[in-house]
């Protein structure tokens, strides 16, 4: 198809093409017998799309058909060929120089005025060929055009829709005449011509009137190099097949299946050819005129307003629309355009919903704008969070080990699986001989742990250092965590105390992953001490601490369980097991580069992303441990499963201090229950004025309030030992009660009361309180006992 | 690893009493603790006695602990024996026993030595 196209770029090819129509259309003719010249109907069209070569090629075919004939007057005959031909590139010239109101188009049917054009630029030709002519050839020609001019004019607008339709490159005038005369002298002269003509078909003359040929001839050859008023080069290519094309060209199929019919019905009743040339045209007119009257008119008028209200309107819209709309004053602009769109019915309706749109699509863009910069800043500050956060963890462990003459070497790793992570870990000196370690988890992720964890990393620092006891420190930690009452899921941590001179540690394991220890070179294993409550979970809850001896060379190795679950594809996690079987497997003895060997096997399990934050933090001490002579003890305790399994309740951790939280017991007031009470209280602290005191509170209670239960609190605190009695006895207070007298003689003696007088004299303090029907005795011992 | 780990049994509820006669003179050896869950068992050993002996020496060599409820005992024995003229002798006593004696003002009617 393409190169089909391309032919018609060729004027060879033009010029054969319309030799080639010609004499189709003179074999149709003599194949018909008619005395009609059917060859207007293509030369037209031919002549209109593809300009003078298609006129050559009608000269050559009627050159051609003469010598064949044979003519009466041969010269006459050539003459009035060309003379027909060059009458009709008035249409070709017509085209481009009137009638630009859209602007200078190749021939199209896209809106009224072109189907208009189109009309007038037939019917001026027509009518100087007729003026030129009449007078001195044969009726013939007259009644030869005006018959056939619809049929022309079908054919004209299937050419034209055909050349729209396939796109097929037509002819445009190529060179511009020079402006000899001001342009309205070519229109006077125009007018001038078709006005002659007129007289010269309606007011016969004889022979007189054949004179007035020259003038005619004339002013056609002078309008013939009327300058383009548009000039050549804005001619625009229009070959838009729009809906208006397929309007027309369906109204003209029907018009030429009518005119076909008007033809073979002149055909068979064969209308006299002997007529003047007033008549011929009246009696061909009227044919025409009944077509366009009855049929053409008023669909031109139905297209007329279909045009002016629905396709004229669309296409602006297009246009308006299909303009960049960046800002508020384009839009501005392009409302006043919109709104300028002359129309009022559904097209307003739809322009008013564009309108709207385009409103929101503005206010979206805006929208968008906003939140884009808004997530840049967030970008930005997180950033900047990250930064703050990796500067909160200690960098220069170097330097660390150095203040304490490298008794000890450590190793630390951290990751956030986003910018900020709720995992921490910190080293830090306590005073000269200690320095802390811990590792922990702010459950959850993101920006919520990473603050949990800031304040967690703080808090323990402090009271590390304020708090000689590991378990103190934390209990004051989750204390102060738990103050705050947000809804967190708890901070598991794992805080350790080495005393680097003599290697031991003592540590508090508050729901934090086991680590792993390595003793003796013997692997690393899992500590097995219990786990005692998350932080920041409940408050008041105790922790234990606990202690082991690390020699030269034994290893402490914390990690976060974003190390451990770490998942494969196949959602394994990374595990405890394969933790562990890394770090055996790792025989080199420097420790900078433990951390690195497994973080590349976590990596070589799982390629996919980091789903949670990762710590990993390593220690090992390296010397000094020959100070400490306590390697008999560490042979005693090697297993580790052996501390787990003592839950015999006589049993006492001697090493381990729960003295800092408080600890409640509830008992049946039965004097039975001493036993255990004193067992409770041995927990504390063993002190003879201590268990007098107990008991005496408790028999007391025992014999006399006649309560359901007994509660007994106590908490060990800076030497000082708290006893809460509380039952829901009678009430009675205890502090009101006088002291007897000395006695002076056995005679005098009361045999009771010596309890109370000994619990007070014993206690440092007492204060007695009855709150919602319960008697709460609250005793102060300061005991530096064990 | 090393945890040290050391289990210490509670001494209460352990109450051991010697009787000695030399002649009419009883001597009862007290060790342990004297407490309200014990104090009975040490009424009932004197009271089983009673009349057996023209004096009595109450030792506390090994005694740990005392509270009020012996205390009681002591009491109530005494003013039986100043009915009868008998002599009572407590012996031996820690310090911390001996506070306890102080404190209730016991030690002045009760021969401490």
Redesign the interface.
Known sequence: MNRFKDLFKSNLFILLFSITLNVILELLGLFLQTEYDLVIIVIIPLILLWGPITGIGFCVVQFAAILLNGSPDPLFSAISVILTMILNLLVWKLWYSIMNRYGCETPNIGNLYNILKVLIILFIPAIFVIGTFIGYTTEVVQTNIYSLMPITLISTIFFIYFVTRFKIPVYTPKKQFKQILPKKIFSILLALGIALCLIKIFMPMNNHQAVLSIPIVCIILIYLINPYDEGISNIKENYDLNLFNKAIISIFFILLVLTVFLQIHNYLFNTPINQNGAEILISSFRNIMTLFILFLMPTLIYLYILEKNVIMPINKLTKTMSRKIDSREDYLKLEKDLKSIDTNNEIRTLVDSLLELEDKYIKYGNDLMEVSSEKKRLETELKLAHDIQESMTPKDSEEFCNRFENRFELDSFMEAAHEIGGNFYDYFQIDAENIGFVIGDASGRGIPASLIMVKTITLIQDFSRQYNDLSKALYEVNNVLCEDHIEINGVSCWLGKLNVKTGKVYFVNAGHNQPL?C?NVNGF?F?S?EQDNKLASVENISFET????LNKNDEIFLYTNGITKAENENLEPYGEERLRETLNRYDNNDLSSVIDFVKEDLDKFCDNDQKDDMTMFIIRMKGGIEDFD?IG??E???N?E??EN?E?P??????VKSYSAIKSIKFNPE??E??TL??FI?NFVED??V??IV??VF?NIVDYSNCQYIIVNAQWENDMLTLEFIDNGIEFNPLLKTDPE??????D?P??G??I??TK??SDEIEYDYVDGENHLKIFKRTNSL | ??????????K??NMNILKNYNEKELTLSVEGRI???SSNELEDAVNAEMGNFDSMIIDFKDL??I???G??VL??T??KL?QDNIPLVIKNANE?VKS?FK????N???NIE
């Open positions: 220890v003793l294993e500590m001490t606990h202690t082991m001896q306590n003890d560490i005693d305790v090697e580790v052996d501390v003592v015999n006589d049993a006492v951790e001697v090493d004097i039975s001493l036993i004193n067992e041995h003879f004025q268990d007098l008991e005496e028999a000395k006695p002076n003689s056995i005679e003696t045999i009771g010596l309890g007088v000994l004299e014993m | 690893m090393k945890v040290n780990i050391k289990s210490i049994k509670n209460s509820d407490d309200t869950l740990d602990y509270s009020s409820a205390l009681r009491i109530i005494q003013k100043v911390d306890v404190t209730t003002g016991l002045n009617i009760i």
